[in-house]
């Protein structure tokens, strides 16, 4: 089912203000070692997110909805976070867009495998076309000699943001401010973690344009971006809302355009052109054939559960004390 006209909204606002917050995570990294910007990240996030809790007396998730809030956490700001930043630092940036716009294809394999939505092969073409314009768009900065362990890293990072669409869907529902408020401040315990591990240093930031970072990151980036994800994947599907994540790069690459001087690019042209037509078919175009149990070949004869995915705006499960 079509999403309606908020949803979209709330879509294309995850996508321009997390367009702009690989371009905030550069200026922080000017000054700030990567854990330890993440740690401030999502630690002053929570803070905010925790205090809105507060005034507007929320109650917290408990039992399955709280088990699902901590797995959020690990996954979607841990574990995805921690490994990207691992990784880039030996791979370049180029390549880490390349490897994490595989999300919506592991969302949809994910999804599918685990009984949430049923398979269309339209959803899968659009993601293997919108890949091919990131491919595009990124193949000249892609480098060479890049360990695999780096690589490993990202793609580990692919498959937890893919994961964690489908974990977000499956839990029961209850407040976003409470859900992100848990789920950050146990990514960014995650986060510290690794900062102390790293050996990082843990300094406070001086320079006003880390500050604005770190600003930017904490209140538009995170507290703004994932209370609108939890919207939209709340109406929408899990594999239609992963689509974010070959939108975003667009966004970034224009900003640093205009921010950090760098040039726009023909490639950039053409594979843009190629991403917004994959997402288009994959996320927005009218569905062109219903799927029939007998369409979905092999994943059917292994024995997996497809399930029909439910109406778009139906409500998820609720949990007592979940508000």
Same mark, same amino acid.
């Given at each position: 089912?079509?999403?309606?006209?908020?949803?979209?909204?709330?879509?294309?606002?995850?996508?321009?203000?997390?367009?702009?917050?690989?371009?905030?995570?550069?200026?922080?990294?000017?000054?700030?070692?990567?854990?330890? *910007?993440?740690?401030?990240?999502?630690?002053?996030?929570?803070?905010?997110?925790?205090?809105?809790?507060?005034?507007?007396?929320?109650?917290?998730?408990?039992?399955?909805?709280?088990? *699902?809030?901590?797995?959020?956490?690990?996954?979607?700001?841990?574990?995805?976070?921690?490994?990207?930043?691992?990784?880039?630092?030996?791979?370049?940036?180029?390549?880490?867009?390349?490897?994490?716009?595989?999300?919506?294809?592991?969302?949809?394999?994910?999804?599918?495998?685990?009984?949430?939505?049923?398979?269309?092969?339209?959803?899968?073409?659009?993601?293997?076309?919108?890949?091919?314009?990131?491919?595009?768009?990124?193949?000249?900065?892609?480098?060479?000699?890049?360990?695999?362990?780096?690589?490993?890293?990202?793609?580990?990072?692919?498959?937890?943001?893919?994961?964690?669409?489908?974990?977000?869907?499956?839990?029961?529902?209850?407040?976003?401010?409470?859900?992100?408020?848990?789920?950050?401040?146990?990514?960014?315990?995650?986060?510290?973690?690794?900062?102390?591990?790293?050996?990082?240093?843990?300094?406070?930031?001086?320079?006003?344009?880390?500050?604005?970072?770190? *600003?930017?990151?904490?209140?538009?980036?995170?507290?703004?971006?994932?209370?609108?994800?939890?919207?939209?994947?709340?109406?929408?599907?899990?594999?239609?809302?992963?689509?974010?994540?070959?939108?975003?790069?667009?966004?970034?690459?224009?900003?640093?355009?205009?921010?950090?001087?760098?040039?726009?690019?023909?490639?950039?042209?053409?594979?843009?052109?190629?991403?917004?037509?994959?997402?288009?078919? *994959?996320?927005?175009?009218?569905?062109?054939?219903?799927?029939?149990?007998?369409?979905?070949?092999?994943?059917?004869?292994?024995?997996?559960?497809?399930?029909?995915?439910?109406?778009?705006?139906?409500?998820?499960?609720?949990?007592?004390?979940?508000?």
């Amino acid at each position: 089912m079509a999403p309606n006209r908020l949803t979209v909204l709330a879509f294309v606002g995850i996508v321009v203000f997390g367009g702009f917050n690989g371009l905030a995570i550069r200026f922080s990294n000017g000054e700030l070692a990567p854990f330890w *910007g993440g740690t401030l990240r999502f630690g002053i996030a929570a803070a905010v997110l925790f205090g809105i809790v507060g005034l507007r007396h929320v109650l917290l998730p408990r039992g399955a909805a709280l088990m *699902g809030s901590v797995l959020y956490g690990l996954l979607g700001f841990g574990a995805t976070f921690g490994l990207v930043y691992w990784g880039l630092l030996q791979a370049p940036a180029g390549l880490g867009q390349v490897i994490l716009a595989l999300v919506p294809l592991l969302t949809l394999l994910f999804a599918v495998v685990q009984g949430l939505e049923r398979y269309r092969w339209q959803s899968l073409a659009g993601a293997l076309l919108a890949l091919l314009g990131i491919v595009t768009i990124f193949a000249e900065r892609l480098g060479s000699g890049v360990p695999i362990a780096s690589m490993l890293a990202i793609v580990g990072a692919a498959a937890c943001m893919a994961e964690t669409n489908v974990v977000v869907k499956r839990f029961p529902k209850c407040h976003p401010a409470a859900n992100n408020a848990i789920a950050m401040g146990v990514g960014a315990a995650v986060l510290m973690t690794l900062s102390l591990i790293a050996g990082e240093a843990r300094a406070i930031p001086t320079a006003v344009v880390t500050w604005t970072a770190v *600003g930017y990151l904490s209140l538009v980036g995170s507290v703004g971006v994932f209370s609108l994800f939890l919207y939209v994947i709340s109406r929408w599907t899990a594999s239609a809302t992963s689509y974010v994540m070959l939108l975003m790069p667009l966004v970034a690459v224009a900003a640093s355009a205009v921010l950090a001087h760098e040039s726009i690019t023909p490639a950039f042209l053409l594979g843009g052109a190629i991403v917004l037509g994959g997402v288009y078919v *994959g996320a927005f175009a009218p569905a062109a054939v219903r799927a029939r149990p007998e369409a979905l070949g092999p994943l059917a004869a292994a024995g997996y559960r497809v399930a029909t995915a439910p109406p778009s705006g139906a409500p998820g499960p609720a949990t007592p004390g979940c508000a």
